[in-house]
């Protein structure tokens, strides 16, 4: 168990984007035991259901290769690698601990020789141009300061007409439930946190993260400035979730 977590983390607003990326690499090393149960717990198992609403929204046409960035333990890399038998899957993250919990959970499923786990940076992604049908990530685009390299990035290892996925948490704006939603991130969650997580206060920052996230209409206006086309967004629970889908347009392309 790690001893030398803090007590809390300071709020996402008051930090630089350096020190947000050295507390997120802390906090995910931290956090990798307990990952997986915690997220299922917390979100009452329906993190599972979201990851599998995104793979069935991917569509491989040309290369059949799928990239998951900031895989984190490998989720949504098995979710695509299950949904569609006949491609590729290459998941990355910058997270060591992350890197070895993703490949062990890849050998359980027997996975290994489709999904290949590579330690990576979302800013400098380690592929040429035009490699996947579709790039995703989950639950990782609101930990990197710098979305619009990382969605550049992105995009620029997808073909033309291939897809970038973004699944990710935001604070609902339904008027009745966002205040339950409150609720639920500032002061149960962390209490559930406090009695399951070897470092609690990651999962205040997560609620923080949560909070401070563009919303679903600002975020479809990011993919667009970064250059994507057809940008769809989909409510899963709520609003508790969205699946923002951008197309890399195809040359003559409006």
Known sequence: MKTNVPEKYPRVQEISNDQRIRIVKEIFSTVTGKYDFLNRLLSLRRDVAWRRFAAKKMRFFQTQRYLDVACGT????????????????????????????????????????????????????????????VAGIAFGIRNIPDRARAL?????????????????????????????????LNFLLPAFAKIFAENPAAYSYLADSIMNFPSPGQFAKILEEAGMVQVEKHSLTFGITWLHIGKKKVDGEW
């Open 74 to 133: 490998g989720d949504l890399s098995i979710a695509a690698a299950e949904k569609h038998p006949d491609i590729s899957v290459t998941g990355l993250d910058f997270v060591p601990e992350m890197v070895a919990a993703a490949k062990d959970k890849i050998q359980q499923r027997n996975l290994g020789d489709r999904v290949q786990i590579v330690e990576g940076n979302a800013l400098h992604l380690p592929f040429e141009d035009n490699s996947f049908d």
């Open 152 to 184: 550049s990035e992105m995009l620029r290892v997808v073909v033309p007409g291939g897809q970038v996925m973004i699944l990710e948490m935001t604070f609902v704006q339904n008027r009745f439930f966002k205040w339950i939603y409150y609720v639920y």
